[in-house]
């Protein structure tokens, strides 16, 4: 299983702005869901020891990643 923390930086547009970003389901062992996030940005998952595992951008209104 897979245990999701979201740290976010910066959200392209929303400077200042409040963000309501929805990762589920947490935890998981098969995919997860990001909802919340502008178009093109960009989608980083590390894994508990800091190691990037993989990128990917944003949908319009959300993006599923495959972690198995």
């Known amino acids: 299983f897979l245990t999701v923390q979201v740290a976010l930086l910066q959200l392209p547009g ?11 389901p947490n935890p998981t062992s098969e995919y997860i869901k990001v909802e919340g996030t502008t178009e093109g940005a960009e989608l980083l998952l590390y894994n508990n020891k800091g190691k990037l595992l993989l990128t990917k951008k944003a949908g319009q209104n959300s993006t599923q990643i495959n972690i198995t």
């Open 14 to 24: 929303k400077k200042g702005a409040a963000v309501n970003i929805k990762v589920y």
